[in-house]
């Protein structure tokens, strides 16, 4: 942006935040048709880019455009769909994060070429090795396939997508593509028996026709007229100028082997689309009697071969309903209108299902191959949503709901990721500024997709409830429930002036974009998507391998009734929105310049309804209602940093003083800008067209010291060091032919070693980290008490230790996974007293190389009866126990169970000590082995505290504390310990350090516990 600026005036601005008169909507559309004049169709407003259909070809995408846009940062260069591409694929690389471009529109806006253009560039730039490059190939050749069975002439567009499609394209650690797969959304199935007028069924039945060759029309008994076909001849429109469906046959026949479909697989899916034509071909007769037949014969022997299916069953199936009442199951005949749409429904489905095996076998061809994807768990993603935009025909049946209520949903994860998070973005980086309104079309989204009281599932009951229902009950019911709502109107809910433009089968809905009026004609039909089951039944046995996968035994023997159609698309929507919100968005919004498909047109009107409904002006708004042009500290020091001398060559300080002396430096007013936590806010476009003017006029002088510096660097030591570095790299790595370019891009990039990633060091800084990492993996600890690490160069610092610490946790499990049971309880009880005792208490050091014991006196050593009292297998070791008055010493044995511990003297239980009674145990800090059990005083059943002393205190207390589940209770006082000799009276044991270890009655009737020192070596 910024260094473009010199051409701001001629063409408008690059970015419509430096728009001055923001809140005009004239002054927006004005910088969109000034700039699409001049054939400059994309524009930002801050990170969205917003594209205009040019229309005719522009000489904007070749290789050497995607060359200028890789690696370049967005705002550096002019506007491009390319700049986003490349953009987001940094961002996933860098942030490791991954990403989604959206690209929404309306119909014929540009979408699917904008998508078409990311791919393509992602497969011209990234990094790849054959197995990649065959990727790459696969995912651009699904493209031709998926839009001649996907794609039709509409009004609109001649290429217009009747599906909606999210692909991810998946990287692995280099950034490479890797796999990709594909999400399809409601392809416009009614389409394929009927047409409006001007427009087509799907490109594959003209391909075929135009372009198959005479032996396969014969063998497939097609004729090459697309007049001769019902299903082809709705629209009267069999050609279209823009289309070469011969060509595109040709496209498509070399794309299928490439994504890996078998000649067999190729004939069996040309079979379908023959069978489908033919289909359409089968006419109904009515008897006498009132009863249909099929008058058309020869067709049904031509399904038989073409859709290896059984002659009879299908004539039955096609004329007669299987219906199951009461466990019996009875055949019905169809009337005359039933067949027909009986047959219509079979093309349907035949085509829907086809569509979708399609998609699956793409995908499989895309997909992540096991052993890549084992390597790959950390690899990104970047997903693109090319899906249906807002749709609004002269009849606007199931499908345009299902479409705008497609487009509502991404409106609000628009509002939801971008408006909302700019505000956040404020509140984050702690700018205080006033929150801007904006349409939330939530309202419009619940009124649609609530539960019980939404449109859909108003719809979907009446398709349920027995008894007589009809599109008209549902349109009264919908009346009923929803009459009121601001967005809802029907004929008889409206007021005059509105009664005059809707018909009595319509409802209007009030969509963000504007008013649609929705004929309620077949909502039911095209909801309840019914296949009568003798037609499934004997799709089921079709020996055609497509159609047996498309058409499962398990679906006609299953009662359960399948969800209706627009419960499945919403349930799929939501799962896109979850999709979509787990990946950071960038946005490409697609505006229509005109409805004749005409270049250099650009329709005002038009463009202005775009406009409106896109929300791009509460986008701009929004964006600029605080502030127009915000840059992370770095990016803004490092770019105009020649403008002071202070921070010029390089500033040492704190990032947000840099640029607070260098706005200083340039004059900025208070009131001109903010600085945030991380970033510095600029309020008005000028001020940043000033300091660009300024770094512009700084440039030759820039140039010319760099040059001068870059002289005096050659004569410099550091050369030396290069030429010795470079030297050794040859010997190792490089042919002597491009010995020449890469010596220099090695001197450049060590030059550079210092700058952020960018194209004059990526080899150097790539080489450092590569040789940084195959010496590691030489050198990697080989056990956990191995602590050596290679030093990392500073570059690779951060990825260092991340490496470290996972080698380390690495080794760690392998390392717990071998480990004994006995081994590891021994380690868990060593890890709870390393958290009591560390650094805490001076014989601490000497336990740990000491094991654990189960027990420290032997079986014999306790008493028959107490060991029938109290069980076998218990911890005890002996003590010594200190009387609280005199401080008589006695020998003990302190025996633990699961919830209570004793102090036995030789035969006798003297005290029982109840786990969760016990208070506190307190230690010394020093290396005696005294310690106190402290017991509540009120409680009269237990006797007051205990004090003892025990040669294992470490292992005694660690047990004892865990076992009574109070860890958390042991406390380790450093100079005495107070406990309670009687209710109310107060005992202290002193501890000093001494020559010998000695346990006396002090001064004050206190313990004295004087303790030698520890050899700490
Ligand atoms: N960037 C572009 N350059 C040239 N022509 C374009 C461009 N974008 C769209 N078009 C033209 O507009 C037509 C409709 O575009 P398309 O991407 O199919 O619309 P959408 O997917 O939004 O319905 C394309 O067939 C093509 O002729
Ligand atoms: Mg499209």
Known sequence: MESALTARDRVGVQDFVLLENYNSEAAFIENLRRRFK????????????????????????????????????????????????????????????????????????????????????????????????????????????????????????????????????????????????????????????????GERNFHI????????????????????????????????????????????????????????????????????????????????????????????????????????????????????????????????????????????????????????????????????????????????????????????LQHNSFEQFCINYCNEKLQQLFIELTLRSEQEEYETEGIAWETVQYFDNKIICDLIEEKHKGIISILDEECLRPGETCDVSFLEKLEDTLGGHPHFVTHKLA?????????????????????????????????????????????????????????????????????????????????????????????????????????????????????????????????????????????????????????????????????STLVNHLGYKPEEYKLGRSKIFIRFPKTLFTTEDALEAKKPEIALTLQTSWRGYRERAKYQRIRRAETAFCMYTIPLVVYGSVFIRFIKGFIYRHEEYCPENEYFLDHVRYSFLKNLRKNLPKSVLDKSWPTPPPLVVEASEHLRTLHMRNMVVKYCRRVQPEWKKQMVQKVVASEIFKDQKDNYPQSVGRLFLDSRLEREQINLKVVQTLGNDKYGASVTKYDRRGFKPRPRQLLLTNTFAVLVDRTKIKQRIDYTALRGISVSSLSDGMF??????????????????????????????????????????????????????????????????????????????????????
Request: hydrophobic share 35%; aromatic share 8%.
């Open 495 to 659: 007021n005059g002036k509105t009664r005059r433009v809707m018909s009595r089968e319509e409802f209007r809905l009030l969509h963000y974009a504007g008013e649609v009026n929705y004929n309620v004609n077949g909502f039911l039909d095209k909801n309840n998507d019914l296949l009568n089951r003798n037609l499934k039944e004997v799709m089921c046995q079709s020996d055609n391998q497509i159609l047996s996968r498309c058409f499962r035994r398990e679906e006609v023997m299953d009662q359960k009734r399948p969800e209706m159609a627009a419960t499945q698309f919403k349930n799929s929507l939501m799962k896109l929105m979850e999709i979509l919100m787990s990946k950071e968005p960038s946005y490409v919004r697609c505006i229509k310049p005109n409805d004749a498909k005409q270049p250099g047109r650009f329709d005002e009107v038009l463009v202005r309804h775009q406009v409106k409904y896109l929300g791009l002006m509460e986008n701009l708004r929004v964006r600029r209602a605080g502030f127009a042009y915000r840059r992370r500290f770095e990016a803004f020091l490092q770019r105009y940093k020649p403008l002071c001398p202070e921070t010029w060559p390089n500033w040492h300080g704190r990032l947000v003083d840099g640029v």
């Open 38 to 197: 001049e054939n400059l169709i994309y524009t930002y407003i801050g990170s969205v880019l917003v594209s205009v259909n040019p229309y005719k070809e522009l000489e904007i995408y070749s290789k050497q455009q995607m060359e200028r846009y890789r690696g370049v940062s967005f705002y550096e260069i002019s506007p491009h769909i390319y700049a986003v591409s490349d953009n987001t694929y940094r961002a996933m690389r860098t942030e490791r994060k991954d990403q989604c471009i959206l690209i929404s529109g309306e119909s014929g806006a540009g979408k699917t070429e904008a998508s078409k253009k990311i791919l393509l560039y992602y497969a011209v730039t990234c990094p790849m090795n054959d197995h990649m490059a065959a990727l790459g190939d696969r995912l651009l050749q699904s493209n031709p396939v998926l839009e001649a069975f996907g794609n039709a002439k509409t009004l609109r567009n001649d290429n217009s997508s009747r599906f909606g499609k999210y692909m991810d394209v998946q990287f692995d650690f280099r950034g490479a593509p890797v796999g990709g797969h594909i999400l399809n959304y409601l392809l416009e199935k009614s389409r394929v028996v009927h047409q409006n007028h």
């Open 205 to 392: 039945f003209y391909q075929l026709l135009e372009g198959g060759d005479e032996d396969l029309l014969n063998t497939l008994d097609l004729e090459r007229n697309p007049q001769n076909y019902q299903y082809l001849v709705k629209g009267n429109c069999p050609r279209v100028s823009s289309i070469s469906d011969k060509n595109n046959w040709k496209v498509v026949m070399k794309a299928l082997p490439v994504i890996g479909f078998t000649e067999e697989e190729v004939q069996k899916l040309l079979n379908i689309i023959a069978g489908v034509l033919h289909l359409g071909n089968t006419q109904f007769g009515e008897g006498e009697e009132g009863e249909t037949y099929i008058t058309t014969e020869t067709q049904i022997t031509k399904l038989v071969k073409l859709l290896g299916v059984d002659g009879s069953a299908l004539r039955e199936a096609l004329t007669h309903k299987k219906l199951t009442a009461k466990g019996e199951e009875m055949i019905s005949p169809l009337n005359f209108e039933q067949a027909i749409s009986a047959r219509d429904a079979l093309a349907k489905a035949v085509y829907g299902r086809t569509f979708t095996w399609l998609v699956e076998k793409i995908n499989q061809s895309l997909a992540l191959k096991d052993e890549i994807y084992h390597s790959n768990k950390g690899s990104s993603v970047i997903g693109l949503l090319d899906i249906y935009g807002f749709e609004v």
């Open 932 to 1017: 106190v059990l402290h017991m509540p005083s009120e409680d009269s059943k237990q006797k007051a505290d205990a004090v003892l002393q025990c040669d294992h205190v470490i292992e005694l207390v660690t047990k004892l504390a865990m076992m009574a589940g109070k860890i958390d209770y042991v406390n380790i006082s450093p100079g005495s310990i107070r406990f309670t000799v009687a209710r109310g009276k107060e005992g202290i044991i002193d501890f000093v350090r001494g020559s010998e270890m000695k346990v006396t009655k002090g001064k004050r009737g206190h313990l004295l516990v004087t303790v030698p020192r520890t050899n700490t070596t």
